[in-house]
């Protein structure tokens, strides 16, 4: 009898016919906490991506997903996948896979659809869940290449809480610094370099042998975040053209992949911890005061306030909208959005907190009335103490509204004694962009954690040359006593001599004083 098989039998048929292989997607994790800087980030990656097509998914705790709104804005990204109401560790985890397997099924009608995937989590979701959802080897999430989980750490916070004893009570941080592969230390740019070191001590104490990196405003190489290589370009050869788009390809498995084993050990080990937050989204259908604004970021924020971020529009401004943020050591971020001078004017801030709190108690706070005369003579005081400082120059906008030039002080940092004659030679002579000096000037300023809120704005002036052109300046309302108002000057000169040495300090002086 003969037992021989024919092992290519049907070979043709099977491999001709066989259904192609579906893909995986290679994906990176974003964890941090409330305000470290995690959409910066994802921001920064969409930048300089090149020709990568990345899709981004984005948890956000508060009802509404206002990192999303941004991040689309750009118009970067293949594809945006909305996370909102929860948290993707728990309350949306069912939403979560269902959004990630739509994507995937998107993927295999178009192959080159997208190249990587995104995930930002929210700053109150346990990375570990997260992650070991991710490295599932059955069922939907399977196709998933988890390559890193990034956790983004401001680097201030860090560095002041371990050297106060007080970091590692916080147990949701020390869980998604423990469950990172790359750990950004951001926010340098507003942290003192002991302090880093203290951060960095932190980190490798609770996770040892972690990569670390101390970035600013999450500026790092694509190739630290995700696994891609250039490609393309001859060797030994660089490119200086701005406008070249450089091409990345993604890596196949490599050493440097996650090890899921490490990934369960660590978290049946450590076991996963997840904070108890709530949001509350406060919309005033009318423009706020930004007097009664800065007295409520003062003096009557809710206790136990994480995080703020969202839109808002002031009523001595009613033609500009902001966006806002507040975030760890009570930081400040306000900028202009450009480009909505058509736009209905509108406020919408998503708060979370360690408790509950109405809408209804945050327009009392926000909506109640202010008094005109007293803030008018706090301006005045403020403008005549700026003119007289040769830091500044007092700006005046005549077409400007009558509440705006009452209730606000508008004024620019320019550093150079004898005033605005001689910052047009200065434009001229060494290209001083006194704009983005003043642009540098006001970010620091609300980073410092004073709870002074400075409004940037842009508006038509004249140049001291008579010469129509855009201003850049700053806008305060200074509601505090005389005394509080010369040690806030007097911080407001520190920060300056900061940025001036930053901007003016490549010019020498001439004898003659110039």
């Not at 990587?116 to 399977?142: C, H, N, Q």
């Not at 030679?425 to 970010?443: H, K, P, Q, T």
Request: hydrophobic share 40%; net charge neutral; aromatic share 6%.
């Amino acid at each position: 009898m003969d037992y021989s098989a024919n092992l290519f039998m049907r070979y043709e048929e099977k491999t001709a016919f066989r259904k192609p292989k579906k893909k995986s997607i290679p994906t990176v994790l974003i964890t941090g906490c409330l305000g470290a800087g995690k959409t910066t980030l994802v921001n920064h990656l969409l930048e300089s991506k090149g020709d990568l097509r990345l899709a981004v998914a984005v948890n956000d705790f508060s009802e509404k997903n206002f990192d999303t709104e941004m991040l689309r804005k750009s118009g970067k990204a293949t594809k945006m996948i909305d996370l909102s109401k929860g948290c993707i560790c728990c309350s949306l985890s069912d939403g979560f896979k269902d959004a990630v397997w739509e994507l995937l099924e998107e993927s295999d009608r178009d192959l080159a659809d997208v190249d990587y995937l995104v995930i930002e989590s929210s700053g109150v979701t346990d990375p570990l869940l997260v992650a070991s959802t991710l490295d599932e080897r059955f069922g939907k999430m399977s196709r998933i290449r988890l390559d890193q989980v990034v956790c983004v750490v401001d680097a201030e916070w860090l560095g002041i809480a371990w050297g106060q004893g007080r970091a590692k009570a916080n147990k949701l941080l020390m869980s998604q610094i423990r469950s990172a592969d790359v750990v950004l230390l951001n926010k340098t740019d507003l942290c003192p370099h002991a302090t880093l070191g203290l951060a960095k001590q932190a980190v490798n104490e609770v996770a040892p042998g972690v990569h670390i990196i101390a970035c600013c405003q999450g500026k790092v190489g694509l190739s630290t975040i995700l696994e891609v290589e250039i490609v393309g370009a001859g060797e030994g050869t660089v490119s200086h053209d701005p406008s070249e788009e450089v091409m990345y390809a993604v890596k196949g498995a490599s050493e440097r992949l996650r090890g899921k084993k490490n990934l369960m050990e660590n978290c049946l080990s450590n076991g996963a911890t997840h904070g108890s937050f709530t949001s509350c989204l406060f919309a005033p259908k009318k423009p706020i005061s930004f007097p009664a604004f800065q007295e409520h970021i003062r003096r009557t924020l809710p206790q136990g306030t994480r995080r703020i971020k969202g839109e808002i529009s002031f009523a001595e401004l009613p033609k500009a909208r902001f966006i806002f943020q507040l975030s760890g050591n009570n930081r400040v971020d306000l900028m202009e959005e450009m480009g909505n001078e058509m736009l209905h004017p509108s406020t919408s801030l998503a708060y979370i907190l360690d408790h509950d709190v109405s809408a209804i108690d945050l327009n009392k706070q926000m909506l109640r009335p202010v008094d005109s005369g007293e803030i008018q003579h706090l301006v005045g005081v403020m403008k005549d103490l700026l003119k007289k400082d040769p830091w500044f120059e007092v700006l005046e906008f005549p077409d400007t509204a009558t509440a705006a030039r009452d209730g606000l002080a508008f004024f620019r940092l320019i550093g150079i004694e004898g005033k605005a004659g001689k910052i047009y030679e200065f434009e001229r002579l060494y290209g001083i962009d006194f704009n983005a000096m003043n642009m540098e000037y006001v970010a620091l300023l609300n980073g410092c954690g004073d709870t002074h809120v400075f409004l940037p704005f842009q508006a038509k002036g004249v140049s001291s040359a008579g010469i129509p052109k855009t201003l850049q300046g700053l806008a305060w309302t200074p509601r505090i006593s005389h005394e509080d108002l010369d040690r806030c000057l007097q911080r407001m000169r520190e920060v300056a001599a900061v940025v001036c040495k930053r901007h003016l300090g490549h010019i020498r002086r001439c004898n003659c004083g110039f």
